[in-house]
């Protein structure tokens, strides 16, 4: 059994956010932290008040999570950026609501110096002698403390209360990891039982201390069970301030799932029920179990079933199987061609997370080129009359402004100038894509031929390829290459419009050229005939793609979408190893090529370069982030390693920005997740001149003074299989509509006419959906006793504490 926590986070977008530059606007982006750590960072968004990222993570973390922060700062080229304000969630308030949290929320003020992070070891004893009663307070350590100096540390001391007596630490100079050791004992006075509090503070030579965080301590807490252990510094408490919206606000949508996974046979029946819906015979669609599971998922929850759905399939070779088996309800019940697959049912997110899942680095390979020419060279492009900046040219080459058709002659010739290598890259790429997709979607192609012959349908089998492979893979990616990995950030405005205008011309030719002409685009008109030239191209692209042969076995590894051989991250970083007799500088970063397998982290000079230093994934210890302190240098990270003699190594990497060190941090601990004795702490900094800049422990082999990150990752993907988790995922659906199953099919017999003429089924077909839903909710109910017998045992070992057997 195991238990799993993740975050489902989207930053949509801010409004009315303060002006911070002189031209009267902001290039805001924004930070998410999960406690102390950074998962993400969204892309800038320049010369905008009212910032549009639609940025989606998913962050797996650990369970003892406290709070997660999203700060907003206005980007500055030259001097440090400029904080606008923060939204803080509890864990208590994301779960408030089961659904999660979706709205406006507005920013607050950011007092930097009233920022609390860190930990901090305690061991208090309550003693009795001849003179009363004592309180025995040792002061350990503390750890991960906000940095208040401008070195990046800080000079922490200790300060403890007890009713009206106090006593302090002695302060450590420079580090965020301070080691005490130190015994403070305090007398009881009389009157009341008072609290222990103990606060953290930076001292400073000139002006006031700063404040670091506190914890506090009940009387009854005292004296029941004296605290021992690592405890989180909290703030002052204190109203949050509202700022009454005047910092602006963000529109975001979080959810916290929290799940505990129970043993593979305890999901088998679940997983059985299933699998028969799609290998049962096809009259036996709308009384299967999966049918039912379909009635049930609504809104947001469909698309988390339909990744999750897939995942289960894909992991039993079956994701053809079920692809087909929801593409012949969706068929069977559409009257119109010409709304077939164009609303957001199961059918339709299946297939869209399907392709995400089996066809990203198909994707990469075709777009990826071509969408990096139109970063690099920001090239002006507009058709649009009324969007036309005839004054541009004037400004770069000063030989006047150009006409009107002079700018949509240019434009065209750079259009088709890109548009002629993504069409040629996409109709060239049928040796490359995917085999489970090429078969998925020759079944498409055979169920729509099938359910529309007439000659007047002849396209309608084509349509629902494209419609797939063209408006819901390769235009999204086009216009916004970040949220498919193709590009780190976000388009500036110029270049959004440019991906914009290619999308748009992608999408027309998917539709092969129906809707040309119509609408409020007239303006598209001269890049018709490039349009239709490409269409007539699409239809023998589409033959030649599902012209395949094969078994789904064959085309779909059954444990896993990346085999581990496979690359699953590469690029230039810096590296450095760490030997004892070396200088650790800046200058001992070199440039290298590195890759991650789910086997090996390598790394070379270059991609060319035939000699390759590896490092065996299996060797990994601990993944973690590099105080920027340690050598002067942001975004670096650390891979500690052991030998077969026992002996641990640390390669330091240096990434080029924030979101770059996060993808390698979680893609390496993902590769690593299986591997034996992790660390549980490591050292943030680097042992220079003989001691840690982290802790300022002489020894070199001193334990490390944070605790390793290693739950903390973002999903994508390229995520390994998990059957257990994705049936627990489809267990919580069913759970939810539960009782809407129990009423509709079991409990009311009066409701057998109505179903009848609501849905037009039969009574044979009502009898096999009641047959379904009972056996669904039997299963439902085992797994209900499972988790019941886990919670239980959970109890138990609560009340046995750490000393119980």
Known sequence: MAKTSSLNVRVVEGRALPAKDVSGSSDPYCLVKVDDEVVARTATVWKSLGPFWGEEYTVHLPLDFHQLAFYVLDEDTVGHDDIIGKILLSKEAITADPRGIDSWINLSRVDPDAEVQGEICLSV?????????????????????????????????????????????????????????????????????????????????????DFLGMVEFSPKTLQQKPPNGWFRLLPFPRAEEDSGGSLGALRLKVRLIEDCV?????????????MESVLGPAEEDTASPLALLEELTFGDCRQDLATKLVKLFLG????????????????????????????????SKSMEQFMKLVGMPYLHEVLKPVISRVFEEKKYMELD??????????????????????MRETSLGLLTGYLGPIVDAIMGSV?????????????????????FPQAEHQDVKYLAISGFLFLRFFAPAILTPKLFDLRDQHADPQTSRSLLLLAKAVQSIGNLGQQLGQGKELWMAPLHPFLLQSVSRVRD??????????????????????????????????????????LATRFAFKKRYVWLSGETLSFSKSPEWQTRHSIPVSHIRAVERVDEGAFQLPHVMQVVTQD????????????????????????????????????????????????WTCCLQAERSAAGCSRTHSAVTLGDWS???????????????????????????????????????????????LARQRAAAARLLEVLEDLDHAHEEFQQQERVKAALGPLGP
Request: net charge neutral; charged share 30%; proline share 7%.
């Open 262 to 274: 129970l043993p593979s046979q305890c999901y088998q029946p679940l997983v059985e029920l299933l």
């Open 719 to 765: 995520d390994p299989l998990n059957p257990d988790a994705e049936a627990q995922t489809v267990y919580r659906q069913l759970l939810l509509g539960r009782d809407q199953l129990r009423l509709k099919f079991l409990e009311d017999s009066n409701m057998d006419t109505t179903l009848e003429a609501d849905t037009g089924a039969c009574p044979e077909v």
């Open 431 to 451: 040796g490359r894509c995917p085999p489970a997709m090429r078969l998925a979607f020759k079944q498409l192609h055979r169920r729509v031929e099938e359910r």
């Open 644 to 691: 077969g003699a026992g002996a641990l190594h640390t390669t330091y990497l240096q990434c080029k920005n924030v979101n770059d060190l996060n993808q390698w941090l979680s893609a390496l601990r993902k590769a690593s997740a299986p591997n034996p004795d992790k660390l549980a702490a490591c050292h943030p900094g680097a042992f220079r001149s003989a001691r």
């Open 541 to 582: 692209f589409l033959d030649r793609l599902v012209d395949v042969d094969g078994d789904e076995g064959a085309a779909v590894p059954a444990r896993a979408l990346v085999p581990p051989s496979a690359i699953v991250r590469e690029g230039y970083l810096l590296k450095r190893k760490d030997e004892p007799a070396s």
């Open 316 to 347: 039993r070779g079956l994701a053809g199987r079920f692809l087909d088996y929801l593409t012949r309800r969706e068929v069977a019940r559409t009257m119109d061609p010409n709304t077939l697959f164009r609303s957001n049912s199961l059918a």
């Open 385 to 406: 009359p009324s969007k036309m900046d005839l004054g541009r040219t004037r400004r770069i080459s000063f030989k006047g402004a150009p006409s009107e058709e002079q």
């Open 125 to 209: 004893q309550m003693l009795e002698d001849g003179r009363g009663r004592c309180l025995r307070c040792h002061v350990l350590q503390a750890r991960d403390l906000a940095p208040r100096d401008i070195s990046g540390t800080s000079d922490p001391f200790a300060r403890v209360f007890w009713g009206s007596q106090s006593l302090e630490t002695s302060t450590i100079k420079k580090t965020r990891f301070p080691h005490w050791d130190e015994v403070l004992e305090l007398r009881e006075m009389p009157g009341a039982p008072s609290p222990l509090r103990v606060e953290l503070w930076d001292w400073d030579m000139v002006g006031k201390n």
